[in-house]
């Protein structure tokens, strides 16, 4: 857990000061394409297709939008302290923020699909991160978009024909616990 809250500082700290200083384009093609893409395309029609991402990015429309830094929980290096001493986040694109949170958290099967109090805590720490930046944040708007962002990372591997079968399951549970959660 220490090792998570450095990370989500870090990537809160990158997060709050790129948004300030560039001009970020939207992140709607590139998740249409790719996140929700994959697997939308293998299972719904075009028409319906549109009409879901509508609805996902209307999760996600009051957070800001931060440039995509590939968060995934292989491109840190961090000690057990939380101390982060290496980072690999060149990546390109934009995502709406508690995105790459989902992504660092969940992306590889390390930590159990139902484990919801650390997921909470750490986007917790997110939001109190980026308000110490000066990033106008409201915590329950984050945690809805974190939901969201987290159900987009999750449909991915099931239609992903590189995922591994314990990225397929991974995915899989955590989808399950997401219904238990969400509306």
Do not use: C
């Amino acid at each position: 857990r220490p090792a998570l809250t450095g990370a989500v500082g870090f990537l809160a700290f990158v997060h709050a000061h790129e948004s300030a200083e560039l001009p970020i384009p939207t992140p709607r093609q590139d998740v249409r394409e790719r996140e929700l893409g994959y697997w939308l395309r293998s299972v719904v029609d075009s028409g319906t297709r549109l009409r879901l991402v509508r609805e996902w990015f209307g999760l996600v429309s009051e957070v800001p939008i931060f440039r995509r830094r590939d968060a995934h929980s292989m491109n840190w290096l961090v000690e057990s302290t939380g101390r982060v001493l290496a980072v690999d986040l060149e990546s390109h694109g934009t995502r709406p923020a508690g995105y790459e949170l989902a992504q660092l958290r969940d992306d590889f099967p390390i930590f159990d699909p139902g484990s919801w109090h650390d997921r909470d805590l750490l986007v917790e720490e997110y939001g109190r991160a980026l308000r110490e930046f000066g990033v106008k944040i409201d915590q329950s708007t984050l945690g809805r978009a974190y939901l969201a962002s987290l159900a987009a990372r999750a449909v991915r591997p099931l239609s992903n024909p590189r995922a591994t079968d314990a990225e397929r399951h991974h995915a899989h549970r955590l989808l399950k616990e997401i219904a238990k959660r969400a509306d």
